[in-house]
């Protein structure tokens, strides 16, 4: 009998989760970036080995004091995912004060009943100012490890310990499947991230991108049809740039990253359209 069960990455923005979770899956499968609220939605990568499978699920970060939908969304996707797991990983980031966002963060994981995993991420970094405070935590956890989610130090300890503690049973998965995530929507993540990285401030929050076709084409081309919706006018020419110059941007490396994984010509075709409504479909 092997083993099988749910990790869940849980922590504020920016902490490293995503990065986390694609060193250890080897494969991009959450979007990173510097900015906060890059995560929307409980994203799972799964892990299979000869000790079994865990299926971790990337959380959205918790931001405190946001009050807007979208941020109360975000909270209640975290929320659920809380439920039936087996293991919470708590990443938290050294090079940061502990202050009132994560302590309802903790508040948040000393709740669930699970295995306790405390994970200080980003130990790369020179300069750690916090980390004493974090390492004080480890009391409250059933095991703590200090890794770098970026060149993957200690992943491998870590892995060990949720294999530990994981329960056994049977797949939740095929062998090689590595995520619960629809083609369409990985692609969408992808032109997401890209615009992500080149706005600034509040308006990728106003953003979203659907892609709402995939066609293999004559050559071996790959034709995807993309469109980001913000939620007005001036936003929209924010994103188309001067002379197009901005959108162009967004897809030029979009299809550049899409090209090196595939491995494959890829068209892209890339809109922005105005639907002020767009957050209240969002779930
Ligand atoms: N130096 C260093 N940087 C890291 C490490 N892990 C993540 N980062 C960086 O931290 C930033 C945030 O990483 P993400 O993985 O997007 O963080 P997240 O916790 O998923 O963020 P949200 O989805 O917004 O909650 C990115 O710029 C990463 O490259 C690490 O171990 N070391
Ligand atoms: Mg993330």
Same mark, same amino acid.
């Given at each position: 009998?092997?083993?099988?069960?749910?990790?869940?990455?849980?922590?504020?923005?920016?902490?490293?989760?995503?990065?986390?979770?694609?060193?250890?899956?080897?494969?991009?499968?959450?979007?990173?970036?510097?900015?906060?609220?890059?995560?929307?939605?409980?994203?799972?990568?799964?892990?299979?080995?000869?000790?079994?499978?865990?299926?971790?699920?990337?959380?959205?970060?918790?931001?405190?004091?946001?009050?807007?939908?979208?941020?109360?969304?975000?909270?209640?996707?975290?929320?659920?995912?809380?439920?039936?797991?087996?293991?919470?990983?708590?990443?938290?980031?050294?090079?940061?004060?502990?202050?009132?966002?994560? #302590? $309802?963060?903790?508040?948040?994981?000393?709740?669930?009943?699970? +295995?306790? @995993?405390?994970?200080?991420?980003?130990?790369? *970094? &020179?300069?750690?100012?916090?980390?004493?405070?974090?390492?004080?935590?480890?009391?409250?956890?059933?095991?703590?490890?200090?890794?770098?989610?970026?060149?993957?130090?200690?992943?491998?300890?870590?892995?060990?310990?949720?294999?530990?503690?994981?329960?056994?049973?049977?797949?939740?998965?095929?062998?090689?499947?590595?995520?619960?995530?629809?083609?369409?929507?990985?692609?969408?993540?992808?032109?997401?991230?890209?615009?992500?990285?080149?706005?600034?401030?509040?308006?990728?929050?106003?953003?979203?991108?659907?892609?709402?076709?995939?066609?293999?084409?004559?050559?071996?081309?790959?034709?995807?049809?993309?469109?980001?919706?913000?939620?007005?006018?001036?936003? #929209? $020419?924010?994103?188309?740039?001067?002379?197009?110059?901005?959108? +162009?941007? @967004?897809?030029?490396?979009?299809?550049?990253? *899409? &090209?090196?994984?595939?491995?494959?010509?890829?068209?892209?075709?890339?809109?922005?359209?105005?639907?002020?409504?767009?957050?209240?479909?969002?779930?």
């Amino acid at each position: 009998m092997s083993k099988s069960g749910f990790a869940v990455i849980i922590g504020r923005s920016n902490v490293g989760k995503s990065t986390l979770m694609n060193t250890i899956i080897g494969s991009k499968i959450a979007i990173t970036t510097p900015k906060p609220q890059t995560t929307r939605l409980p994203i799972q990568g799964i892990l299979t080995r000869e000790q079994g499978q865990i299926v971790f699920v990337d959380t959205p970060g918790i931001l405190k004091g946001a009050k807007d939908m979208l941020s109360k969304k975000l909270l209640a996707s975290v929320q659920d995912s809380l439920n039936d797991v087996d293991v919470v990983i708590y990443v938290v980031d050294p090079t940061r004060d502990i202050g009132d966002e994560e #302590k $309802s963060v903790m508040r948040t994981v000393e709740k669930v009943d699970a +295995k306790k @995993i405390l994970a200080i991420n980003k130990i790369d *970094l &020179e300069d750690k100012p916090f980390i004493d405070f974090y390492r004080y935590l480890s009391d409250k956890f059933d095991q703590t490890v200090e890794i770098s989610a970026l060149n993957g130090t200690h992943v491998r300890r870590l892995l060990e310990m949720i294999y530990e503690h994981l329960p056994e049973g049977q797949k939740y998965y095929p062998d090689h499947q590595l995520t619960n995530m629809p083609n369409k929507f990985w692609l969408a993540e992808l032109i997401r991230e890209k615009l992500f990285l080149r706005l600034r401030q509040e308006l990728p929050y106003s953003a979203h991108v659907e892609v709402s076709d995939i066609e293999d084409r004559e050559n071996g081309m790959l034709y995807i049809k993309g469109t980001i919706f913000t939620t007005n006018d001036r936003y #929209k $020419s924010m994103i188309i740039g001067q002379k197009g110059r901005g959108i +162009k941007e @967004i897809g030029q490396s979009t299809r550049k990253e *899409l &090209e090196n994984v595939m491995q494959r010509k890829v068209f892209l075709d890339l809109k922005v359209e105005t639907d002020p409504h767009w957050m209240m479909k969002f779930e």
